[in-house]
């Protein structure tokens, strides 16, 4: 069995260093562990030190594509080389390294597919008594989306099995942590939660500069997502939104029309079918949305197949390649 643990980075090199100095190099049921840091475009020596630190693996992207981006190459790498089990943990060590193990033993045990480091929200001093509220909120959203029971879902600190790692893609660019959550739960991929605990910061987050954009992005990214895997439900509920006072509306005319004939009350009957028709697209957009939301699990299948054989062929080459360079040299 193999383990890599990559560390998508991005001008990281006050970190690092500290952060490869935590890593192991033996973790319980895996024979071979190498590590992958995924260059996000970095401007700084965060190349240099990873080098300098010994990393297997070095995977540099032609510019800064962001957090979700680094995230999903990083996993594509690790399975062309070969990893059975991918960790993700941050630059920055704001993980502790020593719970590698605890989150890969669910997969090893087949328990899971995808195990995530639920951090000790409540008791992390330099998390603010809103951060924590809005961290809780936002697991909640996330459990409601995906049917998954996931206590931390903003952690990106997460073990991820090969056949589940060739299953995901994110389409957000802003973070990857919510949108694979919700996607593993439409995909039936089993998740589970393991507690791990966290090192003091280092640096300010860069995915929150102020309370404000973060409650901001982080409703545009659940909406947004809620959209993409749940197209049904949530066009249906904007539908509802406008049917109901549609046909509030729209019976009170008839009820005047009845009762005086309805003079004067011409308007009741033109905001009344204007909502309702309104709320007519809106369910037949939900039901399109639907069938491409459908078409998007077929997609993501063949896409796995396709990364599966990808993956075998580079394998295979690379044995080709070992078999005659021992030709050469014998």
Not at 82 to 100: C, L, M, P, R, S
Not at 127 to 153: C, I, N, T
Not at 259 to 283: K, Y
Request: proline share 4%; glycine share 8%; charged share 20%.
């Amino acid at each position: 069995m193999k383990l890599i643990i990559q560390i998508p980075c991005y001008n990281e090199e006050a970190t690092l260093a500290e952060t490869l100095a935590c890593l192991p190099r033996e973790v319980a049921g895996f024979s071979i562990v190498e590590w992958l840091v995924v260059d996000d475009g970095s401007t700084d020596r965060t190349v240099d030190i990873a080098r300098q630190c010994g990393v297997d693996h070095i995977h540099s992207l032609p510019h800064n594509q962001g957090l979700a981006a680094a995230f999903m190459a990083g996993l594509e790498k690790a399975l062309c080389l070969g990893a059975d089990v991918v960790v993700n943990t941050d630059g920055d060590n704001q993980y502790k390294a020593e719970f590698i193990g605890d989150l890969t033993w669910p997969i090893l045990s087949g328990e899971a597919q995808i195990a995530i480091g639920v951090r000790p929200i409540s008791t992390i001093s330099h998390f603010s008594p809103a951060k924590r509220v809005l961290q809780g909120l936002g697991s909640w959203v996330v459990r409601k989306a995906s049917g998954l029971e996931v206590a931390d879902a903003p952690s990106g600190f997460r073990a991820i099995h090969k056949s589940a790692a060739s299953r995901l893609f994110v389409f957000n660019r802003y973070t990857y942590t919510l949108e694979t959550i919700i996607q593993a739960g439409n995909l039936n991929i089993p998740v589970v939660s393991v507690p791990v605990d966290v090192n003091p910061p280092t640096r300010q987050s860069r995915l929150m500069r102020s309370m404000l954009q973060y409650i901001v992005r982080s409703a545009v990214t659940i909406f947004r997502i809620a959209v993409i895997y749940r197209p049904f439900r949530a066009f249906s509920f904007a539908a509802a939104l406008l049917f109901l006072p549609g046909a509030a509306v729209f019976l009170r005319f008839l009820y005047l029309y009845f009762t005086d004939g309805g003079a004067g009350h011409i308007q009741s009957l033109v905001i009344g079918a204007t909502l309702i028709a309104s709320s007519a697209v809106l369910f037949v957009g939900g039901v399109i949305a639907d069938l491409i939301a459908a078409n998007r699990i077929l997609l993501t299948e063949i896409r796995a197949r396709q990364l599966t054989e990808q993956i075998a062929e580079h394998r295979r080459a690379a044995v080709t390649e070992v078999a005659r360079l021992g030709r050469d040299t014998g």
